[in-house]
């Protein structure tokens, strides 16, 4: 018989630890780890509320700290202004004269002699006009002369005449002439005295009248008024020309003198129009003349305002011998204006806070005081001052509109600085 063969039986079971399985003392670790965290969390907490409560209650005390101590400013020294300050504004340039020339008779244009950009001396001829009219005119004239001085003539005659015979009867003896025939002859010497007078004021009229245009003869020849320069010519040959200078009337020069030569400059109020006196020294530029310059002084000013404008024109003289200057050029001329015993400010010193201007000090208490000012010249950054404040004394900058008069500050930074370049240090 065949035996069937079994499987070997298993080795008996005994303790096993097969892996993923926890040890018994696991449990209990992690339990300790979780209250040390928790420990070191509540430790954390604790200390972060402590230090939040003491960073507040030191903010606290530094508030109120800030609020009791004095307000904190920002101040810079009054010092002297410069003794001379520069002023510039733009110029023209005018001719020392101007003139236009028009003809005094009327005719026809024989010739000219001067052109545009000619220099003329006074009296140069500069144009000949034909004067057919006034030839005759004046023809016409000394004849009637010749006739009034025969008239005078026989008038003085007769006169002669009527004295002599007026003579006789007035000597002759008393019933041999009779007395109405002394007065008529009498009467007829008046008469021919009479006839002698009106004679002679007639051709005293005459002759005043050749004399007249005798005289219109010499405009015939259009000379030059002064030394100067063509700068227009009107006229050519043949053209014809009316005298007088109305709209109807065409011109037939223009002519300039410029040397000398003016420069007109109009100076805003702003400016200070008391420090704009005759004898200032300016300085003339031309950007056309690259930069060129010429020395003059205020000649004269208009002593009033343009209440339109609100400038006031003041006017330099110089010296042109070159010409190298024309009229009608727009130049820079720039004044030296002199502020002797002004001082000057930031502009961030000026309060307005009243009907003037003022500036807010601190004396030697640290104490802020209010005083007014008179506004000198105003140059943007800095401000100069004719009075109100000395100088060396501290202004406060951009003061606060909370402080007010008597109250007493805490100065933070002083300016030791160029006015308009300010460089804040803190005070030692």
């Known amino acids: 018989m065949m035996e069937i063969s079994r ?38 907490f604790l200390l972060v509320h402590g230090l939040r409560s003491y960073h507040d209650r030191r903010l606290a005390v530094d508030a109120a700290a800030d609020a009791a101590a004095p307000p904190r400013v920002e101040v810079a020294i009054v010092r ?4 001379g300050r520069p002023l510039v504004l733009p110029g023209e340039t005018a001719a020392w004269y101007a003139s ?79 007395e109405q025939e002394r007065e008529d002859k009498k009467a007829q010497y008046a008469s021919a005295q009479a006839k002698l007078a009106a004679a002679r004021a007639e ?41 007088g200078s109305s709209s109807q ?39 056309a003349l690259a930069g060129r310059r010429f020395s003059g002084q205020i000649t004269r000013t208009s002593e009033a305002i343009d209440p339109t404008a609100r400038t006031f024109r003041v006017e330099v003289d110089l010296p042109n011998p070159d010409l190298a200057l024309v009229p009608g050029m727009y130049v820079q001329v720039g004044f030296r204006l002199v502020t002797e015993g002004a001082v000057e400010v930031p502009a961030a010193a000026l309060v307005f806070r009243a009907r003037s201007p003022q500036v807010a000090v601190v004396d030697d208490d640290s104490k802020v005081r209010f005083l007014p000012v008179s506004i000198l010249r105003d140059e943007g950054n800095v401000i100069d001052l004719a009075s109100g404040v000395p100088e060396g004394a501290k202004v406060i900058l951009n003061i606060s509109n909370q402080i007010v008069e008597g109250e007493k500050v805490q100065v933070t930074t002083e300016d030791r600085r160029t006015f308009g370049r300010l460089a804040a240090e803190p005070v030692q």
């Open 7 to 44: 499987p070997a039986a298993a080795p008996p079971a005994g303790p096993r630890s097969p892996a993923g399985d926890v040890s018994p003392g696991t449990g209990r670790r992690i339990r300790i780890f979780a209250g040390g965290l928790l420990l070191v969390l509540l430790a954390g």
């Open 80 to 83: 002297a202004a410069p003794a």
């Open 100 to 178: 236009t020339i028009y003809a005094r008779v009327n005719g026809y244009v024989g010739g000219w002699s001067a052109d545009i950009g000619d220099h003329v001396k006074r009296g140069q001829v500069l144009a000949t006009i034909d004067t057919p009219e006034l030839d005759a005119a004046l023809a016409a004239a000394k004849a009637k002369l010749r006739s009034a001085d025969a008239t005078v003539r026989m008038r003085e005659a007769e006169a002669a005449f009527a004295e002599t015979t007026y003579a006789r009867w007035r000597d002759s003896p008393k019933g041999v002439v009779s």
């Open 203 to 243: 051709a005293n009229a005459d002759q005043a009248e050749v004399d007249r245009l005798n005289s219109f003869q010499l405009f015939k020849q259009v000379t030059a008024p002064y030394g100067g320069t063509i700068t227009q010519r009107r006229i050519d040959i043949g053209d014809l020309v009316s005298a």
């Open 249 to 287: 009337t065409t011109p037939l020069y223009r002519m300039s003198k410029a040397d000398p030569i003016r420069v007109f400059v109009e100076v805003p109020q702003s400016a200070q129009t008391d420090l704009m006196k005759v004898g200032v020294s300016a300085e003339i530029t031309a950007e």
